[in-house]
């Protein structure tokens, strides 16, 4: 976009270079004001960011959350079983982070053997 913005006034010898880094600039100073507002301000990171969500509470599926987040129940077994965990009921806590990663918790007594456990 950046490139755009500097190769049209290069390009066109009827266009001044000022009309290519005036946009270049406000481009810049929204990246410095967003960046900034997301460092000071939890109202403007929620806003820009979003939040986690929690979609297993204390081994139940908060279907309203997997709506919101428009994620299914297969979608999330899927991610449980990367994780190794094959079935619902192990799962104490399952979070949905904003980045789209997953954090999972297992139930007590249900996590899976490691090496020297056995």
């Known amino acids: 976009m950046i490139a755009d913005l500097a190769s049209i006034p290069m390009a066109d010898i009827g266009v001044p270079l000022f009309y290519g880094i005036i946009p270049i600039l406000a481009l810049l100073l929204m990246q410095l004001i967003i960046s900034n507002a997301?460092?000071?301000?939890?109202?403007?990171?929620?806003?820009?960011?979003?939040k986690p969500s929690i979609l297993v509470y204390r081994g139940k599926i908060d279907e309203a959350a997997l709506k919101k987040e428009k994620f299914t129940v297969n979608e999330l077994q899927e991610r449980l079983r990367e994780r190794d965990i094959f079935s619902l009921g192990d799962v104490e806590f399952a979070i949905l982070e904003t980045s789209r990663t997953d954090n999972c918790n297992s139930k007590a007594g249900k996590e899976k053997p490691k090496t020297g456990r056995f």
């Open 38 to 50: 997301n460092l000071k301000s939890i109202w403007a990171r929620q806003i820009i960011c979003g």
